[in-house]
């Protein structure tokens, strides 16, 4: 078996003998007239017609048998077969075609179409063009890209060579086409918002830091559109949404990365009680319209989206299923339960608020779902507003999917005396050594002193994409992060 640089040099010296018949193995241009799946719909006409059409792909096979070649070339929308017989062409053309042409490349082809014998779609090529000489081979079709590694960082073949990776990116566009198409319908404005931000806030987590040279300062990516979204309901725009890039300097798991996209809309005189009702009819609208179904296996759960979501009380819940009462429970108590039930966390600027959620986390992924989560501590949620008949409580739901968190909405806090107070808790936690709480923004503070009507919000990320296709999310990221190459 030839080595790859013997390849590579092989198809080098193909393009030599392209060049020294005067001809650019890379054209600019195709003549091409339809696309092949635009074809596939006119043939019957077009054979009729014995009409002579231009297409274009890549070659993906090759079959020779002396004076005829069988080919077969892919154009991104279907694949079609062409013939080549060296008595209806040119003699240069088709000993040209035998010298130069490999699977990879792609080439521009000429002639009438018609049925063959076998009953299949062809094209009698009466000439051709090379349009971008491959210099290195496709992996094989049958076992592609095997190692992940590989696979991730060569994506592009990953999704040549296997069609459920392209399925699978075909999907991701959809769900976000259903996403926008959903709000859109309900007159949803859709904005877009800074990414470099002088104070990171929105959600908890640990920002990236990087440098503006032209205004000399250290400037945050974004970890949430969040503050800058409601200070579009301080502007006056009763609904607006946001599709975007987020990033958080955290670790990476099945569930988490670095920088990914998210939506978040943000309705104003609704609450969360609204909120729930509008997201359980966009998640079923979702399932039905990218996946034709609402029934899913996820991580060994059965979930079937047109079942009744339930309610999750976030007290009575951990209790239920640890015993621990968190309105009352110390650290040394909460971190002991979590001893004794074997979880492992990150004791660094651990605290009261990061035990309880760990506890939390613990006892969700028991939970199949689909339901919400309610009736959270005020402690636990800096930019919620609290429940007007237990104000130790605030109005916030989350997704509950499979043991895990998809979305977080909630009644937004538009009390801007309330909200100082909580992002001045927020900075006391930072300087306790917890660098996922959030920042003090004071212009968003200020924003709310011009007054914020009621509003709800929401937000969840491609992890929902990556649950309803049962995979970790870096597998349904088209590009992933990879490392260099050492």
């Known amino acids: ?112 179409v018609f049925t063959s014998n076998r009953g299949e779609k062809t094209l009698k090529v009466a000439s051709w063009k090379m349009l971008a000489k491959s210099l290195r081979p496709l992996p094989e079709k049958w076992h592609g890209l095997v190692d992940e590694e590989e696979r991730f960082r060569r994506r592009y073949l990953d999704i040549l060579t296997n069609p459920e990776v392209r399925e699978m990116v075909e999907k991701r566009s959809k769900f976000w086409q259903i996403m926008r198409e959903f709000l859109l319908a309900r007159n949803f404005l859709e904005v877009d918002t800074p990414i470099l931000e002088n104070t990171a806030g929105g959600a908890e987590a640990k920002p990236f830091i990087t440098h503006h040279n032209a205004l000399d300062l250290d400037v945050y990516l974004r970890i949430s559109p969040e503050l800058w979204l409601k200070r579009l309901m301080v502007a006056g725009l009763p ?52 996946f034709g179904t609402t029934q899913f296996n996820i991580k060994g759960f059965e979930i079937d989206l047109n079942k009744k979501w339930e309610r999750y009380d976030y007290v009575e819940t951990i209790k239920a299923k640890t015993g621990i009462d968190i309105g009352s429970a110390s650290l040394e108590e909460i971190e002991a339960k979590l001893g004794e039930l074997g979880v492992e966390y990150d004791k660094k600027g651990f605290n009261l608020n990061r035990a309880i959620d760990t506890l939390w986390k613990y006892c969700r992924k028991q939970i199949a779902g689909p339901g919400f989560l309610v009736n959270v501590p005020v402690m636990m949620e800096p930019l919620a507003k609290r429940r007007a008949d237990d104000p130790d409580f605030v109005e916030r739901f989350q997704v509950i999917l499979a043991g895990s968190e998809l979305g977080k909405g909630f009644s937004e806090l538009n009390d801007p005396i309330d909200q100082a107070g909580r992002f001045a808790d927020q900075t006391k936690l930072r300087e306790a050594g917890d660098d996922e709480a959030q920042m003090f923004d004071q212009d968003f503070v200020e924003a709310l002193e011009y007054g914020m009507p009621p509003t709800c919000g929401f937000g969840v990320s491609e992890r929902l994409f990556s649950f309803l296709m049962d995979k970790p999310v870096r597998e349904t990221q088209i590009f992933p992060l990879m490392r260099p190459r050492e």
């Open 1 to 112: 078996m030839a080595s790859l640089d013997e390849i590579r040099q092989e198809r080098l010296r193909k393009i030599d003998i392209l060049k020294e018949q005067g001809l650019d193995p890379y054209l600019a241009k195709t003549e091409r007239d339809f696309s092949v799946s635009e074809l596939l719909v006119k043939f019957d006409q077009l054979e009729k017609e014995a009409t002579t059409v231009h297409l274009a792909g890549r070659v993906i096979s090759l079959r020779g048998q002396g004076a005829i070649v069988f080919f077969n070339f892919n154009d991104g929308s279907a694949s079609f077969q062409g013939l080549l017989k060296k008595d209806e062409i040119t003699e240069a053309d088709f000993d040209l075609f035998q010298s130069t042409v490999d699977i990879g490349d792609f080439i521009e082809v000429a002639g009438p």
């Open 239 to 290: 609904k607006v949404f946001e599709i975007g890039r987020v990033f958080r300097n955290e670790g990476m798991d099945a569930e988490h990365l670095q920088d990914y996209m998210h939506i978040e809309f943000y309705w104003a005189y609704a609450d969360y009680e609204m909120g729930m009702s509008l997201i359980e009819e966009l998640y079923k609208e979702i399932a039905e319209k990218v």
